[in-house]
Nanobody, 127 residues
Framework: QVQVVESGGGLVQAGESLRLSCAAS????????VGWFRQAPGKEREFVAV????????DFADSVKDRFTISRDNVKNTVWLEMSSLKPEDTAVYYC????????????????????WGQGTQVTVSS
């Protein structure tokens, strides 16, 4: 069983940057894709970014492309989401999730593709 803990959220002004961390325990973390999702009040959870199990491929939502990057260190069992040029519309609770498939090239963009979720970390961007 993989357990996931997010950290790094906070309150920033528009245009600033934040780095979120996703630390995981469990032997299979390093063999599974990891995704970031976010959920704003009154809205559905939406895909933000995903990285494959080996860290060689990533995908991003159009709304964050060219502003966010995702990376991982499988020795440290950690994935990072670097967010720059933040906008008020980026305000949400950000969740890290671990994919269901082992050693797969699939990078899910829907929540159904993940089965281990963290509790989330709040990101608030003021204008």
């Amino acid at each position: 069983q993989v357990q996931v803990v997010e950290s790094g959220g906070g309150l920033v002004q528009a245009g600033e940057s934040l780095r979120l961390s996703c630390a995981a325990s469990g032997a299979t973390f390093s063999s599974r894709a990891v995704g970031w999702f976010r959920q704003a009040p009154g809205k559905e959870r939406e895909f933000v970014a995903v990285i494959n199990w080996i860290g060689s491929a990533m995908d991003f939502a159009d709304s964050v492309k060219d502003r966010f990057t995702i990376s991982r260190d499988n020795v440290k069992n950690t994935v990072w989401l670097e967010m720059s040029s933040l906008k008020p519309e980026d305000t949400a609770v950000y969740y890290c999730a671990v994919g269901t498939l082992l050693f797969s090239s699939v990078m899910p963009v829907r929540p159904e593709g993940y089965n281990n979720w963290g509790q989330g970390t709040q990101v608030t961007v003021s204008s």
